[in-house]
């Protein structure tokens, strides 16, 4: 039996929330999700890779300052922003630094830039599970595949959803264990 507060992916290590479009709520899905695992009791660092934006590193910074002059304790991962000062060794530092993470937390979750890059493609390639939030609409959902209009059908498949079943193909040839894929809609109105 599992225990109720043992997330699923309770094994993995590495949990990368990621789409290639911008505004589908990656940011506000990393802060949920670090804040309920440190809530079931595992350590979590939560790191910022879309260091153009550094929405999580403002959020975390901004929750930390709030909490403080209330006097109330609230859950804040240990958090970290990868940066592109030169763009050559950005990638291998990253996956280091990410590895090192690891190794020291049970859970590192990662917020990915809104595009793809070479440091976005490596950071997929180090998860342990995907989630990929999406907004209720056509337009979001055209990232992962485009659809028949009539009938639903899958037309073809989108750029994003090719990146990640090329992903998820490489994975298995080369033996390593698969990449669990979650695809989350988001921002459902009451």
Do not use: C
């Amino acid at each position: 039996t599992m225990n109720p507060k043992t997330p699923r992916f309770a094994s993995s290590k590495v949990i990368v929330v990621a789409n290639h479009k911008g505004g589908s709520g990656k940011t506000t899905l990393v802060v949920n999700l670090a804040v309920a695992l440190m809530r079931a009791g595992m350590s979590v660092a939560a790191v910022d890779a879309d260091a153009s934006q550094e929405s999580l590193t403002h959020y975390m910074q901004n929750r930390d300052v709030w909490a403080r002059r209330r006097g109330t304790a609230l859950p804040v991962p240990m958090h970290e922003t990868l940066g592109y000062a030169h763009p050559e060794e950005t990638t291998a530092h990253a996956l280091r630094r990410i590895d090192e993470l690891a190794a020291g937390f049970d859970v590192v979750v990662i917020d990915t830039a809104g595009h793809d890059d070479p440091l976005n493609r490596s950071i997929h390639e180090r998860a342990d599970v995907l989630v990929t939030p999406l907004n209720d609409s056509f337009v979001d959902l055209d990232v992962l595949a485009a659809f028949d209009p009539e009938t639903l059908a899958i037309a073809k498949i989108g750029k994003y959803g090719k990146m990640v079943q090329d992903l998820r193909e490489a994975r298995r040839a080369a033996d390593r264990t698969d990449l669990e894929w979650i695809v989350v809609r988001n921002r459902l109105s009451a």
